[in-house]
């Protein structure tokens, strides 16, 4: 058993290595550990398949461009934290490690 219950990756390519390096390791994906990445754009390509939190990539775009546009009008632009809403989707690389969440999207 891994001494942890998941890893949660910022991207894909990220996400595919890590399962991996588990595999190489002699470790379970999803039975000992889940792997979750945040970037649900070919996360069908995985074995298994992914488990992603998908974003809207058009509201990206448009918070992208109001960012910059209203940084442009500003002379300073105060740091701040922006937050998208995602969706979990799950799909089989979670599972018994604890991450499965009832009632979110399953794929």
Do not use: W, Y
Not at 73 to 83: C, D, H, K
């Amino acid at each position: 058993m891994a001494p942890f219950p998941s890893v949660n990756c910022v991207a894909q390519l990220i996400a595919h290595g890590v399962i991996d390096l588990l595999h190489e390791r002699g470790v379970s994906v999803p039975t000992q550990v889940s792997v979750v990445d945040c970037d649900d754009t070919i996360a069908l390509t995985t074995q298994p398949p992914l488990t992603s939190i998908a974003l809207k990539a058009v509201d990206a775009a448009r918070l992208a461009v109001r960012t910059v546009v209203e940084g442009q009008v500003s002379e300073m632009l105060s740091p701040q934290r922006i937050a998208l809403q995602g969706e979990l989707v799950e799909r089989a690389t979670v599972g018994a490690a604890g991450l499965v969440v009832p009632g979110r999207l399953r794929q």
